[in-house]
């Protein structure tokens, strides 16, 4: 244990505990590639047991009046937000990214609960003009039932409070597994929100990915999923929830283009897509990668986007200096290394700069020269990796876009009303940002089409996706 960091256990039956597995994993720090501690996963015994407490949570939290869900959810965003430093600091330990990043992660996760805790109030039905005297005909929206969600480590609060919030604000009960890598800052959050709550209604698991979501899936208990995560992981969970029957909620990363056309402001593009890109240090499933740039301003683009992209400072996310923070873990290392060789094999140019010798870094990477087939084209490289590349027809830079298999958030530059209206129309991506970057917001659906996944977090179609609809026909 260092730095005050402390593995935290399992929270099954409103109670933490330590999980009994046989296996246990080391949590690491990636920007120092240290052991910061150890974490004990759950065994088949702790997953049944947090099975019959979601179903007794979700008993007693339906029962809650909306407007009491809503105060109590509301109590526990005040005990986030007055533990941020806290949680933040757990966040950069485990996770790797800049402080003030883990800051404003624990802020838009508190936010994004508390969109759900005003919206549980708002659960509305509604009443259908009935067709015969003295009878009535009404819609009733009720909770789905006990919830298994899966988050990744990229985005540890967000990720999970999309799922959380929409979850308990809708009246169900919540399983979370976590990601193990990441545990103690979603640990830390969870306790915040699980103190006003009966047994059971939020309950924290880590263990052996595999063996979570089979148990959890296959158990009759369960009655929907939502797992963001990687597309074979996503496919994987859609074939269990299909044989079971089970509704899910997948969000599985993406690829974002961004179309910058003639008439952009340049240096208000780079600046702020920069930011944008390397953010987490590229491990954004929104992140914008593959630039697409009209041809007449080609060279100021490249010459300024790679020169701002290598001034990125790269150090330990506790360092007050560091903008970018190293990738999560090993793998994630070899994997952007490999994308990035493969596309050099295949005639991509290759601009990069540097990066810490020690811990899991890699150096702020723009390719240039990047054909269609290129695999970093289709290949979401999920770290700090940008392409850019010329068009000279809108119609064609759309095309180009569109090749790829994911389609999660995309971004335009421009104020040509034709251009907007084109892209708005063309563009295969669930969130499109123009002249900005804001595509997830709590009030909005965030969610991908094609491999990026289906289905909704946030906005009322977030709530919506934890509810169950019913029709209600009392005839006298
Ligand atoms: P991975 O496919 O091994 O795992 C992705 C996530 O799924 C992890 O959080 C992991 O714990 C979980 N997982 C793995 N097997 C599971 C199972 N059988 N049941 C339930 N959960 C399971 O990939 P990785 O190396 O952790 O991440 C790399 C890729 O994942 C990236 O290339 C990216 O595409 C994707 N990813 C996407 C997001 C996102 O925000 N959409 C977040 C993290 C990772």
Known sequence: MTNNYQAPGLLIQGRWRSGRHAMTVPIINPATAQTLDTLHLANHEDIELALSASCTGFEAWRQVPAHERSARLERGIARIRQNIDKIATLLTLEQGKPLAEARAEC???ADLIKWYAEEARRTYGRIIPARQPNSSMQVHKLPVGPVAAFSPWNFPLVLSARKIGGALAAGCSI???????TPASVAAMVDCLQEDLPEGALQLLFGVPA???AQLIASPIVRKVSFTGSVPVGRHLSQLTARHL???????????????CSDADIDKTVNMMVTHKFRNAGQACLAPTRFFVDRSIENRFNEAFIQKSHELVLGDGMASDTQMGPLANARRVA???DLVDRSVQGGARLHQGKSPASGFFAPATVLTHVTPDSPIMSEEPFGPVATITPFDALDHAIQLANQCPYGLAGYLFTDSARAIQRVSERLEVGSLAINGMGVSVPEAPFGGIKDSGYGSESG???MEAFLETKFVHLCN
């Open 107 to 109: 802020a838009m996760a």
């Open 175 to 181: 399983i979370v597994k976590a990601a193990e890598e």
């Open 211 to 213: 063996e979570v979501s």
């Open 246 to 260: 089970k509704r899910i909620t997948l969000e599985l990363g993406g690829h974002a283009p961004v179309i910058v």
């Open 335 to 337: 994997a952007v290394r």
């Open 460 to 462: 009322i179609e977030g």
